[in-house]
């Protein structure tokens, strides 16, 4: 495979005849009369490594399938479309799903046997890879009908998942059974949700923020403290790993994803708005510093991924023995000890015994600024900078370089909303430099594109987080350059994915090589559907355009019978009809010069309200998009602000404190 994706790459010198997506793989199938045997998997995936070395890079697995099966390998990142199809199909079979995704199909694409990773050979009573590629072949040849008639079935169960549902109103009680739900399986102990696995879900935890209920805040509060503290965040080279394989954040799945620190930057800083906590402000920080090192490549735009192996083992790169700590700081070993809890024998176990390894997971027991009052910031700082340094001599793990438009956006909308709380300009200019990045890579001739060096065409993920980015950065800089490209943006989702019968947006383009893909479930980040039905809601209150209202309540009807039959799995989209029907929700018009820094700064912490600036240079280009606008006074030599609600504005006034008091007495 002549192929640009990592993942790809990694497996180009398989003994597998891999074939990559397409027409030409399918029709071998049809005319060799072979099923498809379908790999969908990511470069920093480990289970991916795990099966690949005792797999895919086996002779005599390679014989089986080249000599029986059409084997087609896709990049999940490059083409989410085809994951998603799939991977449903993997939970209607079994219930659960993951990657590596193994998947058969028929010739004309339909699956009948769905499954995640397999070891190469069976053992206590799970099927290995062999023996269900021998058992795939033999149904193939003395039972297809069987085969077919499964595939059939799995088909009809998938249009019916991403069908429309139409036709029910929303249950305006739903937010409240969500939050009561997450309040049942709230670990009061360690934070998060469940007991292991234990993903961050920064979705949730904004959710809860948005419902002004101080158990709600406190349950956020707890998690986000929590997993600083834990071995989940990477203590001295910062940023979160993916997840925890148990409920105390403590044993992490090492791969760092940009999507994970985008979301937990937007939930740190949200936290931080509502409660002023410096540890949040901190943490902020501290994941930047990680995107700048590692994450960010020379013309300002963000990669993909680390992996979590590095010298073919999980989590080597982040794991140390005492002994190397002793070396590396000397005197300050006992308090480097207390710090960051390792021990002589080591804290990390053997997966499969238990048994100690010698190595150790660094974590915190306490919150970092309890720390430096105990031992002294700067004594923290250099025990840590030590041994970054050392670690940074290690083999590291390996970097995926692809530049997607839709997690770009995600770090752009998050940058942009934390440098903004923060004041900090060089956070705030990093989001703009990876802004100017996509507009000129990713979107050209009018086409928005999701991995831009492949030249995929955008789906919904990547229209509807680049829409939010351009609102984001418009809210931290009054550029109104941000606001017409979300409205242009928004235009061209409308013309090439809005399903305008029923309501909701298409994830592809209806017509593409896959199954039509509708759907508002908030996964391992929130949805297009979600992130839209918030963009859609925003551009209303700012442009007064009814249009946009109308969608977003088309959009609500879409799925409400989703949402009214569990919404847990929809937190996100139900922020945005908390939003949509939220009786504090206010408008600042700002006329005349542009303020900046604090006062901006200070807006931004409301988050019930939006703004939009308005002067000679501008007003005409925004009256287009924003008619009501045309009403208000201009005064070119002064700074006039009206706070609005429903588009009729109350104030005017020159002093910005009349604007936070009126807030104040709104909320």
């Given at each position: 495979?002549?192929?640009?994706?990592?993942?790809?790459?990694?497996?180009?010198?398989?003994?597998?005849?891999?074939?990559?997506?397409?027409?030409?793989?399918?029709?071998?199938?049809?005319?060799?009369?072979?099923?498809?045997?379908?790999?969908?998997?990511?470069?920093?995936?480990?289970?991916?490594?795990?099966?690949?070395?005792?797999?895919?890079?086996?002779?005599?697995?390679?014989?089986?399938?080249?000599?029986?099966?059409?084997?087609?390998?896709?990049?999940?990142?490059?083409?989410?479309?085809?994951?998603?199809?799939?991977?449903?199909?993997?939970?209607?079979?079994?219930?659960?799903?993951?990657?590596?995704?193994?998947?058969?199909?028929?010739?004309?694409?339909?699956?009948?046997?769905?499954?995640?990773?397999?070891?190469?050979?069976?053992?206590?009573?799970?099927?290995?890879?062999?023996?269900?590629?021998?058992?795939?072949?033999?149904?193939?040849?003395?039972?297809?009908?069987?085969l077919l008639r499964t595939s059939d079935e799995i088909v009809s169960a998938i249009n019916k998942h991403?069908?429309?549902?139409?036709?029910?109103?929303?249950?305006?009680?739903?937010?409240?059974?969500?939050?009561?739900?997450?309040?049942?399986?709230?670990?009061?102990?360690?934070?998060?949700?469940?007991?292991?696995?234990?993903?961050?879900?920064?979705?949730?935890?904004?959710?809860?923020?948005?419902?002004?209920?101080?158990?709600?805040?406190?349950?956020?509060?707890?998690?986000?403290?929590?997993?600083?503290?834990?071995?989940?965040?990477?203590?001295?080279?910062?940023?979160?790993?993916?997840?925890?394989?148990?409920?105390?954040?403590?044993?992490?799945?090492?791969?760092?994803?940009?999507?994970?620190?985008?979301?937990?930057?937007?939930?740190?800083?949200?936290?931080?708005?509502?409660t002023g906590d410096s540890l949040y402000a901190d943490t902020i920080n501290e994941i930047y510093e990680?995107?700048?090192?590692?994450?960010?490549?020379?013309?300002?735009?963000?990669?993909?991924?680390?992996?979590?192996?590095?010298?073919?083992?999980?989590?080597?790169?982040?794991?140390?023995?005492?002994?190397?700590?002793?070396?590396?700081?000397?005197?300050?070993?006992?308090?480097?000890?207390?710090?960051?809890?390792?021990?002589?024998?080591?804290?990390?176990?053997?997966?499969?015994?238990?048994?100690?390894?010698?190595?150790?997971?660094?974590?915190?027991?306490?919150?970092?600024?309890?720390?430096?009052?105990?031992?002294?910031?700067?004594?923290?700082?250099?025990?840590?900078?030590?041994?970054?340094?050392?670690?940074?001599?290690?083999?590291?793990?390996?970097?995926?370089?692809?530049?997607?438009?839709?997690?770009?956006?995600?770090?752009?909308?998050?940058?942009?909303?934390?440098?903004?709380?923060?004041?900090?300009?060089?956070?705030?200019?990093?989001?703009?430099?990876?802004?100017?990045?996509?507009?000129?890579?990713?979107?050209?001739?009018?086409?928005?594109?999701?991995?831009?060096?492949?030249?995929?065409?955008?789906?919904?993920?990547?229209?509807?987080?680049?829409?939010?980015?351009?609102?984001?950065?418009?809210?931290?800089?009054?550029?109104?350059?941000?606001?017409?490209?979300?409205?242009?943006?928004?235009?061209?989702?409308?013309?090439?994915?809005?399903?305008?019968?029923?309501?909701?947006?298409?994830?592809?383009?209806?017509?593409?090589?896959?199954?039509?893909?509708?759907?508002?479930?908030?996964?391992?980040?929130?949805?297009?559907?979600?992130?839209?039905?918030?963009?859609?809601?925003?551009?209303?209150?700012?442009?007064?355009?009814?249009?946009?209202?109308?969608?977003?309540?088309?959009?609500?009807?879409?799925?409400?019978?989703?949402?009214?039959?569990?919404?847990?799995?929809?937190?996100?989209?139900?922020?945005?009809?908390?939003?949509?029907?939220?009786?504090?929700?206010?408008?600042?018009?700002?006329?005349?010069?542009?303020?900046?820094?604090?006062?901006?700064?200070?807006?931004?912490?409301?988050?019930?309200?939006?703004?939009?600036?308005?002067?000679?240079?501008?007003?005409?280009?925004?009256?287009?998009?924003?008619?009501?606008?045309?009403?208000?006074?201009?005064?070119?030599?002064?700074?006039?602000?009206?706070?609005?609600?429903?588009?009729?504005?109350?104030?005017?006034?020159?002093?910005?404190?009349?604007?936070?008091?009126?807030?104040?007495?709104?909320?």
């Amino acid at each position: 495979m002549n192929e640009k994706s990592p993942y790809l790459k990694q497996h180009s010198n398989n003994p597998v005849d891999w074939h990559p997506w397409g027409d030409e793989a399918f029709r071998i199938a049809q005319r060799e009369d072979k099923p498809v045997f379908l790999s969908i998997g990511y470069s920093t995936c480990h289970w991916c490594h795990v099966m690949a070395h005792e797999s895919f890079e086996d002779e005599e697995v390679a014989e089986l399938l080249n000599k029986n099966f059409v084997s087609i390998k896709v990049d999940r990142e490059e083409r989410p479309d085809i994951d998603s199809v799939y991977m449903a199909s993997c939970q209607l079979i079994t219930g659960r799903g993951g990657w590596p995704l193994s998947i058969f199909l028929t010739p004309d694409r339909k699956p009948f046997y769905a499954g995640t990773y397999f070891p190469k050979y069976s053992y206590y009573g799970r099927i290995g890879f062999v023996d269900l590629l021998n058992r795939i072949i033999d149904l193939w040849n003395k039972d297809r009908s069987a085969l077919l008639r499964t595939s059939d079935e799995i088909v009809s169960a998938i249009n019916k998942h991403f069908g429309s549902f139409a036709g029910e109103d929303f249950d305006v009680s739903v937010a409240g059974k969500a939050f009561e739900t997450l309040k049942l399986n709230f670990d009061a102990e360690y934070g998060g949700f469940g007991t292991a696995p234990k993903f961050p879900a920064p979705h949730n935890l904004l959710f809860l923020l948005d419902l002004n209920n101080p158990k709600a805040d406190d349950m956020a509060e707890k998690t986000l403290t929590e997993m600083r503290k834990g071995g989940i965040y990477d203590q001295i080279g910062f940023g979160f790993h993916r997840y925890s394989t148990d409920k105390k954040w403590f044993l992490p799945h090492f791969e760092k994803m940009i999507y994970d620190q985008a979301a937990l930057i937007e939930a740190y800083a949200y936290a931080f708005a509502k409660t002023g906590d410096s540890l949040y402000a901190d943490t902020i920080n501290e994941i930047y510093e990680f995107i700048k090192n590692e994450m960010t490549s020379p013309e300002g735009a963000f990669y993909s991924a680390l992996d979590a192996d590095s010298e073919g083992e999980e989590g080597k790169f982040y794991l140390w023995t005492s002994d190397e700590i002793k070396t590396l700081v000397g005197d300050d070993y006992e308090i480097a000890k207390q710090i960051f809890n390792f021990s002589d024998e080591g804290n990390h176990r053997e997966e499969s015994t238990g048994n100690p390894t010698g190595k150790n997971i660094l974590y915190l027991r306490e919150r970092p600024d309890k720390l430096y009052n105990k031992y002294g910031r700067n004594k923290f700082d250099t025990i840590r900078k030590i041994l970054l340094e050392a670690r940074n001599k290690r083999i590291h793990p390996m970097r995926d370089e692809k530049i997607l438009t839709d997690w770009n956006s995600m770090i752009i909308s998050s940058l942009a909303y934390a440098g903004c709380l923060l004041e900090d300009n060089e956070m705030t200019a990093a989001s703009e430099k990876a802004y100017r990045y996509l507009l000129q890579h990713a979107f050209v001739n009018g086409e928005l594109y999701h991995y831009p060096e492949n030249k995929i065409p955008g789906f919904l993920d990547d229209y509807a987080y680049l829409i939010k980015a351009s609102l984001e950065l418009y809210k931290t800089t009054l550029n109104e350059e941000y606001l017409l490209k979300a409205l242009e943006l928004n235009e061209l989702l409308s013309e090439k994915l809005e399903d305008k019968s029923e309501g909701g947006y298409y994830f592809n383009s209806p017509g593409g090589d896959s199954i039509k893909v509708k759907d508002a479930y908030d996964g391992a980040v929130p949805s297009g559907n979600s992130i839209q039905l918030t963009n859609l809601i925003e551009l209303y209150f700012i442009t007064g355009n009814n249009s946009y209202r109308q969608t977003a309540e088309n959009t609500i009807k879409a799925f409400a019978s989703k949402l009214n039959k569990s919404a847990i799995g929809y937190t996100y989209f139900l922020r945005g009809v908390i939003k949509m029907y939220s009786k504090d929700a206010s408008l600042l018009l700002i006329s005349g010069n542009k303020p900046r820094g604090e006062f901006i700064s200070r807006l931004r912490s409301n988050a019930n309200l939006l703004y939009i600036h308005v002067d000679r240079n501008n007003v005409d280009r925004l009256i287009e998009g924003a008619p009501w606008i045309e009403n208000y006074k201009l005064d070119s030599d002064k700074t006039i602000y009206y706070l609005c609600k429903d588009f009729t504005c109350s104030l005017p006034t020159e002093n910005q404190e009349d604007v936070f008091s009126a807030l104040n007495q709104k909320n």
